[in-house]
């Protein structure tokens, strides 16, 4: 009996063990709940994504080679692969080997930005679903930068935005079937630069579709925007309305109100058509879509577009020929402003040298208590909600200017809704100036004409070049043929795990701004939005601190009327760029090194009236004038300002 007992106590022992064992091996599953985010994965990478590309400028597209190469051939593949913690993952070809580890996020978001390296790669990650029963559900999903998702051994969804995208909860809507029991997720997340990571749930079917039923012209919006020379539309709310007929295309057609029909394109709902309009005849453009569903009937939507030049509205009072905006005496005013200004910082904000804010109305009184100025942000569904909001508040004394709309280019804003507000405006309000933000510079063209003024907001830290910032000025002026002013919007924030512009690249791109013309500046941003500029870098708030007093000082001679004129170098070097410019404070010559990596010691051609010792403006030095040559040392990013004196 005794050896049974024992014989028995081992093989239930032997079997535990072996159950354990598995179970250490196994996969955790996830219970399907709709609604509920999947916070428990596991994890492997990172892979390269794009070895050879540069992090400026990146886009997304088949140089992602990494993306769409298989790094788990050695465990199936990405299709069949079922990883267990500890696996390892072995891609011989690239010397590279990673191991499967456990992630639990406290977080729906899912953070991928620990993997190092973080920029340029590709991770995967892994779940199991257990569904009680055969069913159709969505399957939500958000990712930054691109995803593919394979589920059960098939590649379900791809999205890969050429430039990227934000990392927020229901992206894309992909309806799947999941099988009874346990069902496979495997996700391959693409990363270019800054955050990186992902966000999963899933949602009840029948509640996405009535949702989007309910909402159909959210869902079913077309939008027009031109490009250069290409009118670029698109239908539906990408991975949205896609639902109501997931294998479908919609056509997308071109109208000419005089030529009839131009030309059609068949496209996925959510993706761009693209149509040339160079040799296209000036006049009102129709576009029609029309989308077939499988149960809804098909859906049509149309939207107006005009080729040619939208005719601009007359001068307000406070604005001159010479693109300057005027105070309620006449004389002429410098704007320099700030995003992210609370209410209890406006006194010190006027202090610290700014004399505006982007703020909401119901901020006013406060800002001009402050004596600073407004600019004010307006919201409306139509034209006549515009005119009605500026006409209530139009005479408060702390207005500057009404802000229109942010970003109507990237947004795809329709163009004669943006120039109908612009109208509006007008016609609420013919003293006070309106502007528009825009940082796609190849619809300068067509948004500047919907503005008395075009803010240029270039951010080229580490998503883009420097130089741009002055070369997005000058392209402005020249889009809208030198007949609005251009104000600059600098960047003073960082992106999601990358950083703020250092003191050099702030104080170059202000002043870059400057040679190429701008009449007015305002940074993105002082606090808010996540950040605190004073706090979180106390050496660029310095930096800014002494640059808002120069711009200050220097105002009139960025008021003086024309843009100055360009100086001719002894020896041409394209990195060098200066304007020489007369003002009722002097003549000044403004000059700087666009390069970030080299020295250069430049002779610029002046008058011999120059000759002599010439002051570097705040720099408490001076430089010698000889034969009518300024000789002076510009390390990368230099700016130097000289205040001429003839003799």
Same mark, same amino acid.
């Given at each position: 009996?005794?050896?049974?007992?024992?014989?028995?106590?081992?093989?239930?022992?032997?079997?535990?063990?072996?159950?354990?064992?598995?179970?250490?091996?196994?996969?955790?599953?996830?219970?399907?709940?709709?609604?509920?985010?999947?916070?428990?994965?596991?994890?492997?990478?990172?892979?390269?994504?794009?070895?050879?590309?540069?992090?400026?400028?990146?886009?997304?597209?088949?140089?992602?080679?990494?993306?769409?190469?298989?790094?788990?051939?050695?465990?199936?593949?990405?299709?069949?692969?079922?990883?267990?913690?500890?696996?390892?993952?072995?891609?011989?070809?690239?010397?590279?080997?990673?191991?499967?580890?456990?992630?639990?996020?406290?977080?729906?978001?899912?953070?991928?930005?620990?993997?190092?390296?973080?920029?340029?790669?590709?991770?995967?990650?892994?779940?199991?679903?257990?569904?009680?029963?055969?069913?159709?559900?969505?399957?939500?999903?958000?990712?930054?930068?691109?995803?593919?998702?394979?589920?059960?051994?098939?590649?379900?969804?791809?999205?890969?935005?050429?430039?990227?995208?934000?990392?927020?909860?229901?992206?894309?809507?992909?309806?799947?079937?999941?099988?009874?029991?346990?069902?496979?997720?495997?996700?391959?997340?693409?990363?270019?630069?800054?955050?990186?990571?992902?966000?999963?749930?899933?949602?009840?079917?029948?509640?996405?579709?009535?949702?989007?039923?309910?909402?159909?012209?959210?869902?079913?919006?077309?939008?027009?925007?031109?490009?250069?020379?290409?009118?670029?539309?698109?239908?539906?709310?990408?991975?949205?309305?896609?639902?109501?007929?997931?294998?479908?295309?919609?056509?997308?057609?071109?109208?000419?109100?005089?030529?009839?029909?131009?030309?059609?394109?068949?496209?996925?709902?959510?993706?761009?058509?693209?149509?040339?309009?160079?040799?296209?005849?000036?006049?009102?453009?129709?576009?029609?879509?029309?989308?077939?569903?499988?149960?809804?009937?098909?859906?049509?939507?149309?939207?107006? *577009?005009? !080729?040619? %030049?939208?005719?601009?509205?007359?001068? @307000?009072?406070?604005?001159? /020929? $010479? +693109?300057?905006?005027?105070? &309620?005496?006449?004389?002429?005013?410098?704007?320099?402003?700030?995003?992210?200004?609370?209410?209890?910082? *406006?006194? !010190?904000? %006027?202090?610290?040298?700014?004399?505006? @804010?982007?703020?909401?109305? /119901? $901020? +006013?009184?406060?800002?001009? &208590?402050?004596?600073?100025?407004?600019?004010?942000?307006?919201?409306?569904?139509?034209?006549?909600?515009?005119?009605?909001?500026?006409?209530?508040?139009?005479?408060?004394?702390?207005?500057?200017?009404?802000?229109?709309?942010?970003?109507?280019?990237?947004?795809?804003?329709?163009?004669?809704?943006?120039?109908?507000?612009?109208?509006?405006?007008?016609?609420?309000?013919?003293?006070?100036?309106?502007?528009?933000?825009?940082?796609?510079?190849?619809?300068?063209?067509?948004?500047?004409?919907?503005?008395?003024?075009?803010?240029?907001?270039?951010?080229?830290?580490?998503?883009?070049?420097?130089?741009?910032?002055?070369?997005?000025?000058?392209?402005?002026?020249?889009?809208?043929?030198?007949?609005?002013?251009?104000?600059?919007?600098?960047?003073?924030?960082?992106?999601?795990?990358?950083?703020?512009?250092?003191?050099?690249?702030?104080?170059?791109?202000?002043?870059?701004?400057?040679?190429?013309?701008?009449?007015?500046?305002?940074?993105?941003?002082?606090?808010?939005?996540?950040?605190?500029?004073?706090?979180?870098?106390?050496?660029?708030?310095?930096?800014?601190?002494?640059?808002?007093?120069?711009?200050?000082?220097?105002?009139?001679?960025?008021?003086?009327?024309?843009?100055?004129?360009?100086?001719?170098?002894?020896?041409?070097?394209?990195?060098?760029?200066?304007?020489?410019?007369?003002?009722?404070?002097?003549?000044?010559?403004?000059?700087?090194?666009?390069?970030?990596?080299?020295?250069?010691?430049?002779?610029?051609?002046?008058?011999?009236?120059?000759?002599?010792?010439?002051?570097?403006?705040?720099?408490?030095?001076?430089?010698?004038?000889?034969?009518?040559?300024?000789?002076?040392?510009?390390?990368?990013?230099?700016?130097?300002?000289?205040?001429?004196?003839?003799?």
């Amino acid at each position: 009996m005794k050896v049974k007992l024992n014989f028995f106590l081992f093989f239930s022992t032997f079997i535990i063990s072996i159950l354990f064992s598995c179970n250490n091996d196994k996969t955790d599953s996830v219970i399907y709940e709709p609604n509920t985010y999947i916070k428990d994965w596991l994890i492997v990478g990172p892979f390269p994504n794009c070895e050879d590309c540069s992090t400026i400028s990146y886009h997304h597209d088949k140089k992602c080679k990494g993306f769409y190469t298989d790094y788990l051939e050695s465990i199936d593949g990405e299709k069949n692969a079922i990883p267990t913690e500890g696996l390892k993952v072995i891609v011989a070809n690239k010397g590279i080997e990673k191991t499967w580890f456990k992630l639990h996020s406290t977080e729906d978001k899912i953070h991928l930005t620990n993997l190092k390296p973080k920029d340029m790669v590709v991770a995967y990650a892994f779940c199991q679903i257990e569904s009680q029963k055969k069913q159709k559900t969505i399957l939500s999903v958000g990712s930054n930068d691109g995803v593919r998702v394979f589920l059960n051994g098939e590649e379900v969804h791809e999205s890969h935005e050429y430039n990227g995208r934000w990392l927020q909860a229901d992206n894309d809507y992909i309806p799947v079937n999941l099988i009874k029991g346990t069902n496979n997720l495997m996700l391959k997340i693409d990363q270019g630069t800054g955050d990186f990571g992902y966000v999963v749930r899933f949602l009840d079917y029948d509640t996405v579709l009535t949702k989007i039923r309910e909402n159909i012209e959210s869902y079913k919006v077309l939008k027009a925007v031109s490009i250069g020379d290409t009118l670029v539309a698109s239908f539906g709310t990408k991975y949205k309305i896609s639902v109501l007929n997931p294998k479908g295309t919609v056509k997308i057609e071109l109208f000419h109100e005089n030529e009839g029909k131009l030309a059609e394109q068949t496209v996925t709902p959510g993706f761009d058509a693209k149509f040339l309009l160079d040799s296209v005849t000036d006049g009102f453009l129709t576009i029609k879509a029309t989308f077939p569903t499988l149960n809804d009937g098909t859906i049509i939507s149309e939207t107006k *577009y005009y !080729k040619g %030049k939208l005719e601009k509205h007359a001068l @307000v009072e406070r604005m001159t /020929k $010479d +693109l300057t905006i005027v105070d &309620e005496n006449g004389k002429a005013f410098f704007p320099i402003g700030t995003y992210g200004a609370p209410i209890e910082d *406006y006194e !010190k904000l %006027k202090k610290t040298g700014y004399n505006f @804010v982007v703020a909401s109305v /119901k $901020d +006013l009184d406060k800002i001009h &208590e402050a004596g600073l100025l407004a600019a004010v942000h307006v919201s409306g569904k139509n034209p006549q909600e515009y005119f009605d909001f500026i006409s209530k508040y139009k005479d408060h004394p702390a207005i500057l200017c009404w802000m229109l709309y942010d970003e109507p280019g990237y947004n795809k804003a329709d163009l004669l809704y943006i120039h109908n507000i612009y109208n509006a405006a007008y016609e609420a309000d013919k003293v006070h100036p309106s502007y528009l933000v825009i940082t796609h510079s190849d619809v300068y063209k067509s948004f500047g004409r919907c503005c008395d003024i075009l803010a240029v907001d270039t951010y080229p830290i580490t998503n883009g070049s420097i130089d741009e910032v002055g070369k997005n000025i000058k392209k402005a002026y020249a889009h809208t043929e030198n007949e609005t002013p251009v104000w600059h919007c600098g960047q003073m924030f960082k992106w999601p795990e990358q950083r703020r512009p250092n003191p050099q690249e702030h104080r170059f791109m202000t002043y870059h701004a400057m040679i190429n013309g701008a009449k007015g500046t305002l940074w993105y941003t002082y606090k808010g939005y996540g950040q605190n500029l004073p706090v979180d870098d106390p050496e660029l708030w310095n930096t800014q601190k002494i640059l808002l007093s120069e711009l200050n000082e220097l105002a009139p001679l960025f008021l003086a009327p024309g843009f100055g004129e360009n100086v001719e170098l002894r020896q041409k070097n394209e990195s060098i760029q200066a304007i020489i410019k007369e003002s009722p404070i002097g003549t000044f010559l403004i000059a700087a090194n666009i390069s970030k990596t080299e020295t250069f010691s430049p002779e610029f051609l002046i008058s011999k009236s120059y000759n002599g010792e010439q002051n570097v403006y705040n720099e408490n030095r001076t430089v010698s004038v000889k034969n009518g040559i300024l000789e002076d040392e510009f390390k990368p990013l230099d700016v130097h300002i000289y205040k001429l004196k003839s003799n």
